[in-house]
Structures are given as structure tokens and as C-alpha cells.
């Protein structure tokens, strides 16, 4: 049973970990994902694919203590939900990823099983989880420093951002260039008031 989670902080870092109690200790895999190149739901799944690579290196003493299944605990509803799909979009590289991770071990005669779990709920594999996240993310202790890519996530965060950005500029540069031209309520969803605006520019409104 692996208990996973991802961690991100507000300067971009981000940090991935699966833990395993193995007689009474935890055992775990970290890995730091960099500064701006992933988001917090790429986080989450990469962690998934740590538990099933680690379940993978085990496969042998899986096998010899017959277990079946081997099942995984995720926090993330839309990690899950990514998972159930390979279609196009963000999350797609580390899905097929953890897909094809598997059919590895179903080849060798063992399930796999992705379970949700609510976080911060004092449930002891999700409390461990977030704290070697945590440790990932600063790049502290023990850890694996991946060798990164952009993702679709990050990617489509920053384009939104940069619209939104774009957007806003181009406003306050229009009322700037107006006297009285002003916008009410968010951005660009209300026309100028012309009682608030000069002759000029009422007059477009009541034809004066």
C-alpha cells in the first residue's frame, strides 16, 4: 500500500513523494521537480508513477509474498480522474506513463489499484506523504533530482496569465487615454458609463 502526494510552493518549486509503512518504518521516494516547469496536479501525478516504478522494483518480493494487488492512495480527484483517460491535454505524458507502469506489473501477475483518500484528515500514509512532499519540494534529505520537461499545465497556466495580464494592461491604457472612460465590475464585462464620461464621448451614447 503506497500512500503519494505532491507538494508546490509560491515561487514555483515543486516536489513529488510515495511512502510505504514496512514494519512499522516508512519508506520513501522523493523526487524534487524544479522551479517552474511543472504544476501542483503534474506534482500529484508524477507521485503515482513513483509508487508504481518503486512497486515495479519490487515485483520479485511482491511475488514471493503473493500479493495481488498492489494499491495506491491518492488525495488528488483530479489526478484520479486524469488517470481514467490517455486522451490529449495536460497530465497525458505522466498518464500514459503511470499506465504503462501498470501493465508492467499486471504482466507479472499483479493489480493495480488507485484509491481516493481525503487529505489532512490525520490519516497516517496521507499525513507522511504530505511531509516528504514537503521535503521534495525544498529539495531536503535524501531526494532525486528528475530530469524535467514544461508541461501542458504550466504551460496553459502561464498563456491565461499572460492574456489576463495583456488584458488588463490594455485597459488601464485605454482610460488612461480617456478622461471619465471607465469600466465597472471585472475586466471588460460592462461598457463605459456615459453619465461618468466627457461630451465626446457621451455623445456616441445620446447623439448630442
Known amino acids: 500500500m503506497w500512500s503519494t502526494d505532491g507538494s508546490g510552493s509560491d515561487d514555483g518549486r515543486m516536489g513529488a513523494t510515495s511512502v510505504c509503512n514496512h514494519g512499522n518504518q516508512w519508506r520513501f521516494r522523493r523526487s524534487f521537480l524544479g522551479s517552474g516547469h511543472m504544476e501542483v496536479f503534474d506534482a500529484e501525478l508524477w507521485a503515482i508513477g513513483l509508487a508504481l516504478d518503486m512497486a515495479i522494483q519490487k515485483r520479485e518480493t ?93 504551460r496553459a497556466r502561464r498563456i491565461s496569465q499572460g492574456r489576463s495580464a495583456a488584458k488588463v494592461k490594455w485597459e488601464a491604457d485605454r482610460c488612461s487615454k480617456h478622461f471619465g472612460y471607465k469600466l465597472k465590475g471585472k475586466a471588460g464585462t460592462k461598457r463605459p458609463i456615459p453619465m461618468t464620461s466627457v461630451e ?7 447623439q448630442m
Open 200 to 206: 465626446s464621448l457621451a455623445a456616441r451614447f445620446y
Open 62 to 154: 511482491l511475488q514471493i509474498h503473493g500479493v495481488k494487488t498492489v494499491a495506491v492512495f491518492s488525495d488528488s480527484r483530479a489526478t484520479i480522474r486524469r488517470m481514467a483517460h490517455l486522451e490529449p491535454g495536460p497530465g497525458q505524458r505522466l498518464a500514459r506513463r503511470i499506465n504503462r507502469s501498470a501493465w508492467n506489473l499486471l504482466a507479472h501477475g499483479i493489480a493495480t489499484e488507485i484509491h481516493w483518500v481525503p487529505g489532512h484528515s490525520s490519516i497516517p500514509g496521507n499525513e507522511e506523504a504530505d511531509r516528504q512532499a514537503n521535503l521534495a519540494r525544498d529539495a531536503g534529505g535524501s531526494i532525486v533530482i528528475e530530469r524535467l520537461y514544461t508541461s501542458a499545465s504550466n
